[in-house]
């Protein structure tokens, strides 16, 4: 089952990130690498484990990267983020920021860090925040999802839930086809959320589609509870952007929800990007 929402439906959450590794207690002198897995395995500590892997292809014009950058540290610090994050049962999250563009071209711009309140809230806003924005070509949601995937083997937090967290202006239209990179994450268990960028009219020079939000709902998310937040207003970007955090934080379901048969052919082709890319130059 997979779920819509609209911007419109805001929760109440929160969130903290500490900026290093604080809060793991260091292991003793006889702990074997293998326990300390054995033991993450078996006792979740944070909320939920959260990768926000960020669209900065071309497409993305500079004032909406800067834009995209501000909402999530806005969000991060906000006291709607905080209060659900506390509301969790461990009261707090491990999150990841990564940029992404073509299928060879990803960048982790916060690695893991653990949110459990203002302080840390504010070290990670503040990281966002500092790193210069950068544009690249071509957009591959699938090498987003297939670099992604293997980072929660590197977080040293189990979390009682896996989120990939994707925004993006446009369709696949680099690497791997989309549909085989979100079914292998699914089979591990992880749930993937979109965040379609749809504030601009679709062109032939920056290769957007009509309908993206169809294209992430029957394209890139699923797993249980999965969501899309579309931006179809520059002005409410922000607010977007927290509204969708704010539900993966509190673990949260829309209030309207679409359900689509498992066997139900897409609304959208999965591989338009690929069709466009291909008529347009050949290749």
């Known amino acids: 089952m997979r779920w819509y929402v609209s911007i419109g439906a805001v929760l109440v959450a929160g969130m903290l990130a500490s900026g290093d590794a604080a809060g793991v207690a260091a292991p003793g002198p006889g702990t074997q690498p293998n326990e300390r897995l054995v033991e993450k395995e078996s006792t979740p500590s944070v909320d939920v484990e959260l990768i926000l892997a960020v669209d900065v292809s071309y497409s993305m014009d500079m004032d909406e990267l800067a834009v995209q950058r501000e909402g999530y540290a806005q969000a991060i610090v906000s006291k709607e983020f905080l209060q659900a994050l506390k509301a969790g049962p461990n009261g707090k999250i491990s999150i990841t920021y990564i940029e992404w563009a073509a299928s060879n071209d990803q960048k982790i711009i916060i690695p893991w860090r653990v949110i459990d309140g203002p302080e840390s809230a504010d070290a990670v806003a503040a990281e966002i925040m500092k790193t210069p924005v950068r544009r690249a ?21 189990r979390g009682l839930r896996r989120v990939i967290d994707i925004s993006g202006d446009g369709p696949n239209n680099n690497g791997a086809p989309i549909q085989p990179a979100r079914d292998m994450a699914l089979e591990k268990g992880i749930v993937i959320n979109g965040l379609p960028i749809m504030v601009k009219e679709p062109s032939y020079s920056t290769m957007d589609i009509e309908n993206l939000d ?70």
């Open 137 to 157: 070509s071509r957009t591959s949601i699938s090498g987003a999802i297939y670099f992604a995937v293997p980072l929660f083997d590197e977080n040293p937090h």
């Open 214 to 283: 169809w294209y992430y709902e029957d394209c890139v998310i699923g797993g249980p509870g999965s969501f899309v937040v579309s931006i179809k207003d520059r002005e409410k970007f922000k607010e977007a952007i927290r509204t969708k955090l704010l539900l993966e934080v509190a673990g949260r379901t829309p209030e309207r929800p679409v359900v689509r048969a498992a066997d139900k052919e897409p609304r959208v082709n999965c591989m338009i990007g690929e069709k466009i890319w291909q008529d347009r130059w050949g290749r």
